[in-house]
């Protein structure tokens, strides 16, 4: 069974910073893309940003210039480092990934994890 297990919100004021982070654990042979999306109370889950295994980013265009995506292979896990927040930001984010396990190619999804920019 594979885990995404986030960490890292939390509550911030505007122009702040918050580094989230999202480990994959379980047996896992491959991961392909990570990233992170976000969803606000009544709207569809977006996707803020991914990158994949060779390294391919992309970011959506509010965060552009604000939001960096990295990873560590070596321990399976994304990071989202995010500067500059706004308001607007607010909402839960979701780690993702899209890992080889023993049944197959397969999304994960973690928990969620809520960010809280105040004005």
């Known amino acids: 069974q594979v885990h995404l297990v986030e960490s890292g919100g939390g509550l911030v004021q505007a122009g702040g910073s918050l580094r989230l982070s999202c480990a994959a654990s379980g047996t896992i042979f491959s991961i392909n893309a990570m990233g992170w999306f976000r969803q606000a109370p009544g709207k569809q889950r977006e996707l803020v940003a991914t990158?994949?295994?060779?390294?391919?980013?992309n970011y959506e265009d509010s965060v552009k210039g604000r939001f960096t995506i990295s990873r560590d292979n070596a321990k399976n896990t994304v990071y989202l480092q995010m500067n500059s927040l706004k308001p607007e930001d607010t909402t839960v984010y979701y780690c993702?990934?899209?890992?080889?396990?023993?049944?197959?190619?397969?999304?994960?999804w973690g928990q969620g994890t809520q960010v809280t920019v105040s004005s």
């Open positions: 993702y990934a899209h890992i080889l396990d023993s049944r197959g190619w397969n999304n994960y």
């Open positions: 990158l994949t295994s060779g390294g391919s980013t």
